[in-house]
DNA sequence: CGATCTTCATAAAATCTTCACGCCTTCTCC
DNA sequence: GGAGAAGGCGTGAAGATTTTATGAAGATCG
């Protein structure tokens, strides 16, 4: 799971390069274009979650760009220029960007920028571990729920922790030790016990069938496994 | 009808009383602190949309005000500070500001900033929340008054602010501290005592069957929820 | 004085812990 | 191989612990 999905708007290849690299080493999924229509047109195949936009590009401008990428609530954009005027940053932010970056920027800076801004979105990315949907399943942290198909279950705050920790590392077996320490504190590695009790109650909660498990996959002689997809027979 | 509420912490008298005219005549509804202990009191009584915060002040700096004005996601909040170095800004928008403005900045820009703040808050801006409905529930903050189903309850200061601060952040299960920092103020983070009180007042206002609640539900170990829907079995 | 808020003791409820039983897989020894 | 032992795993339920609900008395404020 990536820190979510940025799209790099700007006509200058080596700003796109840059970008790519620095983006991608902090952990972001990343996407380019070169033109205000290009990005209109890579948001619907990347659906980034955030757009960052260079103001002044030949053809269709940031502005213009800006005004249409808002029509998505679910969208943040960070607005790039050359110029540090006060016409420009008013323009930017009523054209609807959340914020603005006069370049040259340090790169500190940027980072913390598109952390705070993907930070108000209305979906996370970042709190993606706040809605999460597996298939049939979806998981509301906030409100403590599970919903299995019709049937919503309130979750207990050690059911929860649990099935955070699992989701939050799905796919990878997670040994009992792992689990148990992380839930419940490092004294309590061997209480192998809890685990059976509290997977049982997440399964009748989560599980369409509890006793053919799809999600919470055990691993014999390891510890437990989050699976989003059903599993392969 | 206000634009929004905005509060703005500074110990610099001169800067306050330009602020307050200024965003006065753009249509908010000011008020000032002149600390952060200050101005985290004031955020219960005023209940802004917005927190203006100097960085730099004696006692507690901008930044602790921040960390714990963060708790509440609907209140965006923008940063002040005379130093405009790299760490400054990463520092604050990590700290979880919305943005950042360096003094001395242009009025322009700075309305420009919190309209783009605001447009991002999660619930309208509180001078829209004067009526809200909750299914059957209906409650006016104005004459302080709930109506649930043909019965008209009067609500108490404190009902008024438990009540509202948990519709504002409906289907969350919102933390005992939380609710208490948001209600009672910073100091009173333990009082569990307090909400158990209150939480039972308010039942016996809004709920139709206050021994099986549908609209407060409890969060065993946690907090508290408001929902709107029936609860799910 | 009346309304509201605090404080407190007790009963009720939810969650967590512990444990025993039976099934199953793996390992060991013949 | 195959029988038995050892231990992981699922299950159900009783008991312990902590939290929550409730009613009421005292304190506070205007």
Known sequence: ?????????????????????????????????????????????????????????????????????????????IMLTVRNTEKDKVEALDAGADDFVVKPFSIPELLAR?????????????????????????????ARTVTAGVKTSHLTPKELDLLRYLIQHATKAVPHRELLQAVWGPDYGDQVDYLRVFIKSLRKKIESNP?????????????YRFSTDPEPE
């Open 114 to 142: 598109i952390r705070a801004a993907l930070r108000r979105l209305p979906v996370a990315p970042q709190s993606a571990l706040e809605r999460v949907r597996a298939g049939t399943l979806r998981i509301d942290f906030g």
């Open 211 to 223: 006793e053919k498990p799809e999600h919470i996959v055990t691993e014999p002689w390891v510890g």
């Open 1 to 77: 799971m990536s820190a979510g999905r940025i799209l790099v708007v700007d006509d200058e290849p080596q700003i796109r390069r840059i970008m790519r690299t620095t983006l991608t080493g902090a952990g972001y999924e990343i996407d380019d274009a070169k033109s205000g229509e290009e990005a209109l047109n890579k948001v619907r195949s990347f659906r980034p979650d955030l757009v960052l936009l260079d103001i002044n590009m030949p053809g269709m401008g940031g502005l213009a760009a800006c005004k249409d990428l808002r029509a998505d609530p679910n969208i943040a954009i």
